[in-house]
C-alpha cells in the first residue's frame, strides 16, 4: 500500500473517532470496551463453573436459610470483576504504523504483539450488542502460526476496522510495478462481492431441531439436579400435575407404562428442543455467505454480529455432515475448515477456523463444495469399502466384555431380566458398530482424496492432496501379518484417517499424496 493510501486510512480514522489522533502513537480504545472486560471477566468465571459447582452446591442450604450469608462474598467478587476490568482497560493499547499492528496488554502478565499485515490471514470483526449504538466492533486478526501470534483489538471504531480490514487483504496481493494502480484494483474486487448463500428462519429451526446439542448445558446443571427437580415437582403440583403418579406402575398395563414413557420423554425433550432452535438462531441469524476474490465471508449473529473472512488457498478441507434426523429431512451442514492454530484457546461459538454453512439442501451444498473445488467429484466417485477385519476387531472387542458381564450376571443368579437387558444392550450396540463399519470408505483421484464415515449420520470429507502436511503408515503386528494398514494425513487443520485397507492400496495413496506435493508448487495456505 503506497503512502497516500495509507495517510487516507490515518485521515479518516481521525475523522471517524476523537481518541484516535494519529495511529502511529500508542493509543487506549474506546471507554466502551470497559463493557467487554467485564463481560470477559464473567465469562471466565462461569466458565470455571465445573470448579465452582461444590461451593455452591455446598453452601446452598446456607443460603436458603440465610440470604445474607453470600452477601459480602457478592459484594467483593462485583469489586474485583469491576478493577480487574478498569485495569485490563487502562493498560491495553494498540497503534498502527509502517503496515503492522503492536498490541500492549495485561495487567501483572505483561504482553506485547507486534504482528505485519503480511502476515494476518483471518480478519474476523464482532460487533456485540452493546456495541452497535456507538458504531465499534472488536476486530481480530489471526495468523497462520502460533496461537500467541494472535491479536484482538477489543473496541475499535467500526468505520476504522473496515479500512484496516481492506488495507490488510490488499497487503496479500501480488505488488507490480504500478503499485497505486493494484492496489485501488484490489480495493474495488474486495468491495465487489457476490452472495453465494442465506438462510431463513426456516432452515435455522431445522438446523436447531437436527443438531441438538443442549443436552451438555443438563450435563452441567447435574449438581443441582435435585433441587431443580423439586422444584419443577412443585410448580408442577401448583398447576395441577401430580408428577409421582406418572411413576407408580404397579397395577398398570404394559401400553400405559410405554404412554408414559413416552410423555416423559415428549416433556424433556420439547423444551431442549426449542432452546435448541433458539441457540441456532441466535448463532445464525440474517446469515450471509459471500465471495470476494479469493476470499469467503460469512456474516450471523443475533445479538453479537460476527464476520469472519477466509482466504480460499487456506482451505483445508471440506466436510459435508449429516446426523440422522438432518439424513430424513434432507439437509446438510457443510464446513469449510482451515488452519486449526486458534482451536484450542477458542471458545466454541468463536472458532474462526472454519466456516458453517448451517443446514443447506443437497443442491446448494454442491454448489457451494464446486465453488470451492471446481474440479472435485465428490457427487459421483464411488467410494472403497475398507477390510471386513475392522468390524470383526471392533465387534470382538465389545462382545467379549459384555459376555463377561453375562456370566458373572448368570454366576451371581441374578433375575432373567437383568440378563435380557444386558443382550438387548449388546444386540444395539453391536447393529451400530456395524452400521459405523458399513459407512466407511475411501477414494481418491489425480486431484482430490475423499473419506466418507459415521454411524447413524453421515459425514465426507473431500480433501486437496496438495494440501498434506504428512503422511503416516501405521502397521501392527496384526495388520502386518493381514496385509493391511491404516493410512494417515495431517492436514492444517487436523489428521484424517483411513483404517484396515490393503497394504498396496496403503502405500499408493501415500506415495501419490506425497509425489503431488513435492510436484506442486500451489501455495497451501
Known amino acids: ?126 460487533e456485540p450488542l452493546y456495541y452497535r449504538p456507538f458504531g465499534y466492533t472488536c476486530m481480530q486478526l489471526d495468523t497462520a502460526g502460533s496461537v500467541k501470534q494472535e491479536a484482538k483489538v477489543v473496541a475499535i471504531n467500526k468505520h476504522l476496522a473496515l479500512q484496516l480490514k481492506n488495507e490488510i487483504l490488499a497487503a496479500h496481493q501480488p505488488v507490480t510495478s504500478t503499485e497505486t494502480e493494484d492496489v485501488t484494483e484490489t480495493q474495488t474486487k474486495i468491495e465487489d462481492e457476490v452472495v453465494l448463500d ?29 433441587q431443580i427437580s423439586d422444584k419443577i415437582g412443585q410448580w408442577l403440583y401448583f398447576l395441577g400435575f401430580n408428577v409421582e403418579q406418572y411413576f407408580e406402575f404397579e397395577g398398570k398395563s404394559g401400553w400405559q407404562i410405554a404412554t408414559t414413557a413416552i410423555s416423559l420423554t415428549l416433556m424433556v425433550m420439547i423444551p431442549i428442543t426449542i432452546f435448541s432452535i433458539i441457540g441456532s438462531i441466535i448463532a445464525f441469524h440474517d446469515f450471509k455467505l459471500s465471495r470476494s476474490g479469493d476470499r469467503y465471508i460469512r456474516r450471523s449473529g443475533l445479538f453479537t454480529r460476527n464476520e469472519v473472512t477466509m482466504r480460499l488457498s487456506r482451505l483445508q478441507v471440506i466436510v459435508r455432515q449429516q446426523d440422522w434426523l438432518d439424513v430424513l429431512l434432507g439437509r446438510i451442514n457443510l464446513k469449510f475448515e482451515q488452519s486449526n492454530a486458534n482451536f484450542q484457546q477458542a471458545q466454541a461459538g468463536q472458532l474462526t477456523n472454519k466456516i458453517i454453512v448451517p443446514s443447506v439442501t443437497r443442491k446448494e451444498c454442491q454448489f457451494l463444495i464446486d465453488d470451492a473445488y471446481p474440479e472435485n467429484k465428490l457427487k459421483d466417485v464411488e467410494f472403497n469399502r475398507v477390510s471386513p477385519r475392522l468390524l470383526v476387531r471392533n465387534l470382538l472387542l465389545f462382545i467379549l466384555p459384555i459376555s463377561a458381564v453375562i456370566a458373572s450376571l448368570a454366576y451371581q443368579q441374578q433375575p432373567i431380566i437383568t440378563i435380557v437387558y444386558v443382550l438387548i444392550f449388546a444386540v444395539f450396540i453391536s447393529v451400530l458398530i456395524t452400521m459405523s463399519y458399513i459407512r466407511w470408505g475411501y477414494a481418491a483421484d489425480d486431484n482430490f482424496i475423499y473419506v466418507r464415515k459415521g454411524c447413524l449420520g453421515v459425514d465426507y470429507y473431500c480433501f486437496p492432496i496438495y494440501k498434506v502436511q504428512q503422511a503416516g503408515f501405521k502397521q501392527s503386528w496384526f495388520l502386518k501379518r493381514k496385509q493391511l494398514c491404516s493410512v494417515e ?18 502405500l499408493c495413496l501415500l506415495d501419490n499424496s506425497l509425489y503431488q506435493v513435492e510436484q506442486s508448487k500451489k501455495n497451501w495456505m
Open 1 to 126: 500500500m503506497d503512502k497516500e493510501l495509507e495517510a487516507e486510512v490515518v485521515e479518516q480514522a481521525t475523522n471517524a473517532t476523537e481518541n484516535d489522533s494519529t495511529t502511529h502513537n500508542w493509543q487506549r480504545v474506546s471507554p466502551i470496551a470497559l463493557l467487554y472486560f467485564v463481560l470477559k471477566v464473567i465469562k471466565n468465571i462461569f466458565g470455571n463453573f465445573i470448579y465452582l459447582a461444590p461451593a455452591l452446591y455446598l453452601g446452598y442450604d446456607k443460603v436458603a436459610e440465610d440470604p445474607s450469608f453470600w452477601l459480602p462474598i457478592i459484594y467483593g467478587a462485583v469489586a474485583l470483576i469491576v478493577l480487574s476490568a478498569v485495569l485490563s482497560f487502562y493498560f491495553f493499547q494498540y497503534r498502527l504504523s509502517n503496515q503492522q499492528i503492536e498490541i500492549r496488554s495485561g495487567v501483572f502478565s505483561k504482553k506485547y504483539i507486534n504482528l505485519p499485515f503480511s502476515r494476518i490471514q483471518n480478519v474476523e470483526l464482532t
Open 198 to 226: 442465506t438462510r431463513n428462519l426456516d432452515d435455522l429451526v431445522i438446523h436447531g431441531i437436527t443438531n441438538n446439542r443442549v443436552w451438555i448445558f443438563i450435563a452441567g446443571m447435574a449438581p443441582f439436579i435435585d
Open 489 to 506: 494425513f495431517v492436514l492444517a487443520s487436523g489428521a484424517i484417517n483411513i483404517p484396515y485397507v490393503t497394504e498396496a492400496t496403503g
